[in-house]
């Protein structure tokens, strides 16, 4: 009995050792997958991290999660993801114009690509073939242009009284095709166009810069009395309203609509309700756990991704944020 017993074990052992009968994947067979974004101290970005690890332990594949905050980091993270024998990556480029020298380092390591949020271009700045997921970027803006002239008009603004400042980010396309969808749906709403003022951010597209640029803007229309606000997201809205704040402008002559909604949050939990009336809230569950589930399933199944896929967006205000976030995983 005891040599069988001992028997059992060894027999047991080695099928243990060769990944085939006693519980997990061995760590040299499990597959890796990296998630790179270009701001990873973003709320947005944690999100999508955190419901892509939560694919990753659904799958059991191994999520590394990095940022890259610029084109040389950008291409050192693929060079460790290949020595990490990593099979996919999935990245929002911190400069989509990177698309090219991306899918050459990608390929010639073995390693599957899929872009999120922000699509890659090519040298003629045309949207490169690799699988994306992301929003209708000029929907989403027209969704902020239509919310903003509805709002303007239960307020009964003049036109003649009323601008729009949209604050720019046009170095990123999807950031371009934002604030000209929100142009767009105010100008075919009867909005004049001669009213809409851009002010461009420099450098990035944070509170910060944006602060600065509508600064800029203000001082060139002093006489304005009321404002619509939009831009590429929460961000640029919030440094517009703040920006406005400084001049004695609050919720009563301000109406901000901004993209994204993770950033939104802590501003309408504010006392005091200010200009930033609302947000078109993005599905950052569907772009974290969808893109590593699609990756995941590439990898072990064959299976690609589409070449296209959009997510929705929406909106939320000071009155809805809790119960639309809770709903999307976003709030506990």
Same mark, same amino acid.
């Given at each position: 009995?005891?040599?069988?017993?001992?028997?059992?074990?060894?027999?047991?052992?080695?099928?243990?050792?060769?990944?085939?009968?006693?519980? &997990?994947?061995?760590?040299?067979?499990?597959?890796?997958?990296? %998630?790179? !974004?270009?701001?990873?101290?973003?709320?947005? /970005?944690?999100?999508?991290? &955190? %419901?892509?690890?939560?694919?990753?332990?659904? /799958?059991?594949?191994?999520?590394? &999660?990095?940022?890259?905050?610029?084109?040389?980091?950008? *291409?050192?993270?693929?060079?460790?993801?290949?020595?990490?024998?990593?099979?996919?990556?999935?990245?929002?480029?911190?400069?989509?114009?990177?698309?090219?020298?991306? !899918?050459?380092?990608?390929?010639?390591?073995?390693?599957?690509?899929?872009?999120?949020?922000?699509?890659?271009?090519?040298?003629?700045? #045309?949207?490169?073939?690799?699988?994306?997921?992301?929003?209708?970027?000029?929907?989403?803006?027209?969704?902020?242009?239509?919310?903003?002239?509805?709002?303007?008009?239960?307020?009964?603004?003049?036109?003649?009284?009323?601008?729009?400042?949209? !604050?720019?980010?046009?170095?990123?396309?999807?950031?371009?095709?934002?604030?000209?969808?929100?142009?767009?749906?105010?100008?075919?709403?009867?909005?004049?166009?001669?009213?809409?003022?851009?002010?461009?951010?420099?450098?990035?597209?944070?509170?910060?810069? @944006?602060?600065? @640029?509508?600064?800029?803007?203000?001082?060139?229309?002093?006489?304005?009395?009321?404002? *619509?606000?939009?831009?590429?997201?929460?961000?640029?809205?919030?440094?517009?309203?703040?920006?406005?704040?400084?001049? +004695?402008?609050?919720?009563?002559?301000?109406?901000?609509?901004?993209?994204?909604?993770?950033?939104?949050?802590?501003?309408?939990?504010?006392?005091?309700?200010?200009? %930033?009336?609302?947000?078109?809230?993005?599905?950052?569950?569907?772009? +974290?756990?969808?893109?590593?589930?699609?990756? /995941?399933?590439?990898? #072990?199944?064959? #299976?690609?991704?589409?070449?296209?896929? /959009?997510?929705?967006? %929406?909106?939320?205000?000071?009155?809805?944020?809790?119960?639309?976030?809770?709903?999307?995983?976003?709030?506990?």
């Amino acid at each position: 009995m005891h040599r069988s017993l001992i028997g059992l074990g060894m027999a047991c052992l080695f099928l243990c050792l060769l990944g085939l009968g006693c519980g &997990k994947k061995q760590a040299s067979d499990q597959i890796t997958i990296g %998630f790179v !974004v270009n701001r990873p101290d973003d709320t947005w /970005y944690q999100n999508e991290w &955190k %419901f892509a690890q939560q694919a990753a332990d659904k /799958y059991g594949f191994k999520l590394v &999660k990095v940022g890259a905050l610029d084109g040389g980091e950008t *291409l050192r993270v693929i060079d460790n993801l290949a020595a990490m024998n990593a099979k996919g990556m999935i990245i929002c480029a911190p400069d989509v114009r990177l698309g090219p020298t991306i !899918v050459a380092k990608t390929s010639a390591a073995g390693i599957k690509l899929m872009s999120v949020d922000d699509q890659l271009v090519g040298a003629d700045g #045309k949207f490169l073939d690799v699988p994306h997921l992301g929003i209708s970027a000029s929907n989403i803006g027209k969704m902020v242009g239509e919310i903003l002239a509805e709002q303007m008009k239960k307020r009964g603004w003049k036109p003649e009284e009323t601008a729009l400042c949209m !604050v720019t980010w046009d170095e990123l396309e999807t950031g371009r095709l934002r604030t000209e969808g929100t142009a767009q749906a105010l100008v075919d709403a009867g909005f004049p166009k001669e009213r809409i003022f851009r002010a461009p951010q420099q450098n990035a597209a944070d509170v910060p810069h @944006a602060m600065d @640029a509508a600064n800029i803007m203000l001082t060139q229309h002093p006489d304005v009395k009321n404002w *619509l606000v939009c831009s590429t997201n929460d961000n640029g809205v919030l440094g517009a309203i703040r920006a406005m704040e400084g001049r +004695g402008l609050d919720k009563d002559h301000v109406i901000g609509v901004g993209i994204n909604g993770t950033n939104a949050k802590d501003e309408f939990r504010r006392d005091t309700p200010t200009g %930033f009336w609302g947000s078109i809230l993005l599905a950052p569950r569907q772009h +974290g756990f969808g893109t590593a589930e699609m990756m /995941y399933q590439w990898i #072990k199944d064959g #299976k690609e991704p589409p070449k296209i896929t /959009y997510t929705n967006g %929406f909106l939320i205000t000071r009155d809805t944020y809790e119960k639309i976030m809770k709903e999307e995983g976003l709030l506990d």
